[in-house]
């Protein structure tokens, strides 16, 4: 099925999976290269990685009630600012505590962004094609999330380094994501037609 027979507002979450994808692609082969040029070690690195997964699945449960109580529009603009401050906050950060802040807090605006963006694609698919209706957005979700790791892999700057060094600013990704985010998120809070 094409995407076009989804609709606007299935196209912005596509897009908003992309996008938010991209940039998080980006941080997740950055992040560990920067802990290690903060001086963290293996073990202090691997813990900064499984932050966001430990909050997300402690509150995940509490966010898709709260999702459920307020809306999956007004939750999903929520976690999007959140979620946008947060990449725009790791272009700034210079010491190791603040990288597992934000790693927490990215997983506070993960679990309150999967409830509802799961509810916004089932309200806005078409009934008989929900199944094609998630494949996009999460098929736009893995082909960014790899594609990010590819160009920050693959970024001159990388290969002018030694091993274990990270320039500080391959995390200057975020503000642009946080405005390409930003705009997915105002389309799709546009009343639906």
Not at 156 to 173: I, Q, V
Request: hydrophobic share 50%.
């Amino acid at each position: 099925m094409r995407m076009r027979s989804h609709g606007p507002a299935l196209a912005a979450l596509v897009a908003e999976g992309f996008l938010m994808r991209l940039g998080y692609g980006i941080l997740s082969f950055t992040l560990p290269l920067y802990a290690r040029h903060l001086g963290l070690n293996l073990a202090e690195t691997g813990a900064l990685i499984a932050v966001t997964g430990m909050v997300k699945v402690a509150l995940k449960p509490a966010a898709g009630w709260l999702a459920d109580r307020v809306g999956a529009k007004q939750g999903l603009v929520s976690a999007l600012v959140l979620r946008s401050l947060v990449s725009l906050l790791f272009a700034f950060t210079g010491v190791p505590w603040q990288l597992y802040a934000l790693r927490t807090v990215h997983g506070l605006s993960t679990s309150m962004r999967d409830p509802t963006v799961n509810a916004l694609i089932a309200e806005n698919g078409d009934e008989k094609a929900m199944g094609s209706a998630f494949a996009w957005y999460f098929t736009a979700k893995s082909l960014a999330n790899g594609l990010g790791k590819a160009v920050a892999g693959g970024s001159k700057p990388w290969s002018a380094l030694g091993e274990g060094e990270a320039p500080e600013s391959t995390l200057d990704a975020g503000p642009a994501v946080a405005v390409a985010v930003g705009t997915s998120a105002w389309k799709i809070c546009l009343p639906a037609s």
